[in-house]
């Protein structure tokens, strides 16, 4: 059973910077595409970024290109989203995702994904 833990959230005032986690089990972590959504209130989800465990090819929602950083330690099983220079259209519930390996672009990011976690709140004030 597929399962995705996301920890990290929390508010924070615009400018500063906070790290989620997504602690993944229950599939063979080094052989899928990771990613992360989001979802504001009142609003769709949205990809925000995505990584390929085949080369390590990432892609970026245009809006937190140059802010975000996701990355990946494969001996924890775990993939992290660095959010630093927040803004409070940022504000959304944060979900970790997981798919089929090529599954990392933007079609995919529109599309969505097969399973994701639960959540984690992320509030920037102004």
């Known amino acids: 059973e597929v399962q995705l833990v996301e920890s990290g959230g929390g508010s924070v005032q615009a400018g500063g910077s906070l790290r989620l986690s997504c602690a993944a089990s229950g599939f063979t972590f080094d052989d899928y595409a990771m990613a992360w959504f989001r979802q504001a209130p009142g609003k769709e989800r949205e990809g925000v970024s995505c990584?390929?465990?085949?080369?390590?090819?990432?892609y970026y929602l245009e809006s937190v290109a140059g802010r975000f950083t996701m990355s990946s330690d494969n001996a924890k099983n775990t993939v992290y989203l660095q959010m630093n220079s927040l803004k409070p259209e940022d504000t959304a519930v944060y979900y970790c995702?997981?798919?089929?390996?090529?599954?990392?672009?933007?079609?995919?990011?529109?599309?969505?994904?097969?399973?994701y976690g639960q959540g984690t709140q992320v509030t920037v004030s102004s």
């Open positions: 990584i390929r465990s085949s080369d390590g090819s990432q």
């Open positions: 995702a997981v798919d089929r390996p090529l599954r990392c672009g933007d079609q995919y990011m529109v599309q969505g994904y097969d399973y």
